[in-house]
Antibody, heavy 120, light 106 residues
Framework: QLQLQESGPGLVKPSETLSLTCTVS??????????WGWIRQPPGKGLEWIGS???????YYNPSLKSRVSESVDTSNNQLSLRLTSVTAADTAVYYC????????????WGQGTLVTVSS | DIQMTQSPSSVSASVGDRVTITCRAS??????LAWYQQRPGEAPKLLIS???NLQAGVPSRFSGSGFGTDFTLTITSLQPEDFATYYC?????????FGGGTKVEI
């Protein structure tokens, strides 16, 4: 069964870069069935889609973050990565790694989430 | 961007009640709508895809309906484990967007 696990620093300083990695297990990241990406949720608030990437490189980003975000896929290690530059306190959130099923447009697998706090 | 508006933002209910949550899209999205359940401290869980397709393992007391701009999630006979926050999500076009959530509480 497909499982996703996020990893990375839980604390990032303002103006620095947030970097997270997601390891996919139970299936190959090089599948035609999914895009892979990230969703975040500030404490006590709703869900915000960050972006989704196909293993071949096709990528979609949320326009609200596009100037600061980049995603990449490492097919040899079955991992995806997120970089968000110039972070502020508004970027404090739980970051979820997700699989996006192309046939239904749904996020059908989620990692457990990792809280990233932006603070000096 | 397609805006997704959920109502109500919260609802108080009791075990055994029927609860209906609505989601309205700012433009037509055909059946490209999903519903998620999020319990406190957990990641969201997919309940329904393509407006009305129940995911495997999801109890039949959950159902979804709608097309175009107006959608509904119904929970018949609310159970203790159903007290959670529910989100709709449109998959018609990028950027993918969510509703603001509906908290179902006692």
């Amino acid at each position: 069964q497909l499982q996703l696990q996020e990893s990375g620093p839980g604390l990032v300083k303002p103006s620095e870069t947030l970097s997270l990695t997601c390891t996919v297990s139970g299936g190959s990241i090089s599948t035609s069935s999914y895009y892979w990406g990230w969703i975040r949720q500030p404490p006590g608030k709703g869900l915000e889609w960050i972006g989704s990437m196909y293993y071949s490189g096709d990528t979609y980003y949320n326009p609200s973050l596009k100037s600061r975000v980049s995603e990449s896929v490492d097919t040899s290690n079955n991992q995806l990565s997120l970089r968000l530059t110039s972070v502020t306190a508004a970027d404090t959130a739980v970051y979820y790694c997700v699989s996006w099923a192309t046939s239904t447009g749904t996020f059908d697998r989620w990692g457990q989430g990792t809280l990233v706090t932006v603070s000096s | 961007d397609i805006q997704m508006t959920q109502s109500p933002s919260s609802v108080s209910a009791s075990v055994g009640d029927r609860v209906t949550i609505t989601c309205r899209a700012s433009q037509g999205i055909s059946s490209w709508l999903a519903w998620y359940q999020q319990r406190p401290g957990e990641a969201p869980k997919l309940l329904i895809s393509l407006a009305s397709n129940l995911q495997a393992g999801v109890p039949s007391r959950f159902s979804g309906s709608g097309f175009g701009t107006d959608f509904t999630l119904t929970i018949t006979s609310l159970q203790p484990e159903d007290f959670a926050t529910y989100y709709c999500q449109q998959a018609n076009s990028f950027p993918l967007t969510f509703g603001g959530g509906t908290k179902v509480e006692i």
